[in-house]
């Protein structure tokens, strides 16, 4: 089965240029999550989408982020204009709302804004 | 706010060193508490959800137990193989689905 398809793996760019991160949920989940990695913060949630509707964009960091789900096969995180900060790996996870299934997540896009 | 707190940070232990993890939470309201193994360059691979105190799962040389404070990961004889970063995180049972997570304990093991 396929798992949870992030892109790019690796992106290496230069402040103020724009992001964009793109994810492809596991066929049939209705949820899918984005998640920030840090040495310092840990995993932390940017914000989680249900069928396709953004439910909760409190982890958000600032109008530079901004996240989209136009379909239930894609989501996309873009950060503009890009800063050092928001150097960390960034990780999609899907999961079926309705049930007891655990979040999966996929290998994620490890961001280094220079 | 929901909180998880994991202890130990790192922990070393030779194979076949049997030990348990921790992992302490507060929330209002539990859902289900999710265990996670990283490796790196990996996101993290579910293991176990447990759901009310008292549950334990069990998957190979980890078990994992929950009490309405904390959960623990015990690791019977490990290998080195099981050298990984282990999170926890806890989902609320209405509201917010998204999981918050501690901040994990990397666990080598040495053969």
């Known amino acids: 089965d396929a798992g949870v398809i992030q892109s790019p793996r690796h992106e290496v760019t230069e402040m103020g240029q724009e992001v964009t991160l793109r994810c492809k949920p596991i066929s049939g989940h209705n949820s899918l999550f984005w998640y920030r990695q840090t040495m310092m913060r840990g995993l932390e949630l940017l914000i989680y989408f249900n069928n396709n509707v953004p439910i909760d964009d409190s982890g958000m960091p600032e109008d530079r982020f901004s996240a989209k789900m136009p379909n239930a096969s894609f989501s996309t995180l873009k950060i503009q204009p890009s800063e050092p900060r928001d150097s960390a790996v960034y990780f999609c996870a899907s999961s079926m709302f309705q049930s007891n299934q655990p979040q999966h997540f996929g290998d994620g896009t490890r961001l280094s804004i220079l | ?111």
Do not use: M
């Not at chain 2, 992992?23 to 996670?36: I, N």
């Not at chain 2, 690791?75 to 501690?102: H, M, N």
């Open chain 2, 1 to 111: 706010e929901d909180q998880v707190t994991q202890s130990p940070e790192a922990l070393r232990l030779q194979e076949g060193e049997s030990s348990s993890l921790n992992c302490s939470y507060t929330v209002s309201g539990l859902r289900g508490l999710f265990w996670y193994r990283q490796d790196p360059g990996k996101g993290p691979e579910f293991l176990f959800t447990l759901y009310s105190a008292g549950e334990e799962k069990e998957k190979e040389r980890l078990k994992a137990t929950l009490t309405k404070k904390e959960s623990f990961l015990h690791i019977t004889a490990p290998k080195p193989e099981d050298s990984a970063t282990y999170l926890c995180a806890v989902q609320r049972d209405t509201g917010r689905r998204a999981l918050t997570f501690g901040s994990g304990t990397r666990l080598q093991v040495q053969p």
